[in-house]
C-alpha cells in the first residue's frame, strides 16, 4: 500500500517561497508518475504539477515560472518548489502517486499566502 505524507506548508507573504515536500513509502517509489494538486475552498481540485517516472515535468499555466517540481527516488521524496506566492496560490496541496491506473494521495498540507 502506498503512504505519502506531504509536509512544508504555511502562511507566507506574497512574493515569498516556501518547498513543500511529499514523503513516500510502501513501494517502489520510482516507477510511479508523481504530481502537486491543490483546491482552494469552493474550486475543484486542480493539478499544478506533475513530474513522470523517467522525470518529464509539466505544470499549470498559472504556475509556470514559479513553481518547480522534483524527485528524489533514492529518499522517495518529491518536492515543490514555489517563489513569487500570490495570494490566488492559497489552497489545501495534495501530493499525488499514479501507476497502472491507481492513484494514491497524500492528506495535504494547507498554504496561505498573504496580501
Known amino acids: 500500500q502506498v503512504q505519502l505524507v506531504e509536509s512544508g506548508g504555511g502562511l507566507v507573504q506574497a512574493g515569498g517561497s516556501l518547498r513543500l515536500s511529499c514523503a513516500g513509502s510502501?513501494?517502489?517509489?520510482?516507477?510511479?508518475?508523481m504530481s502537486w494538486y491543490r483546491q482552494a475552498p469552493g474550486k475543484q481540485r486542480e493539478l499544478v504539477a506533475a513530474i513522470s517516472s523517467g522525470g518529464s515535468t509539466n505544470y499549470a499555466d498559472s504556475v509556470k515560472g514559479r513553481f518547480t517540481i522534483s524527485r528524489d527516488n533514492a529518499k522517495n521524496m518529491v518536492y515543490l518548489q514555489m517563489n513569487s506566492l500570490k495570494p490566488e496560490d492559497t489552497a489545501v496541496y495534495y501530493c499525488?502517486?499514479?501507476?497502472?491506473?491507481?492513484?494514491?494521495w497524500g492528506q495535504g498540507t494547507q498554504v496561505t499566502v498573504s496580501s
Open positions: 499525488r502517486a499514479d501507476r497502472n491506473f491507481f492513484a494514491y
Open positions: 510502501g513501494t517502489i517509489f520510482s516507477n510511479y508518475a
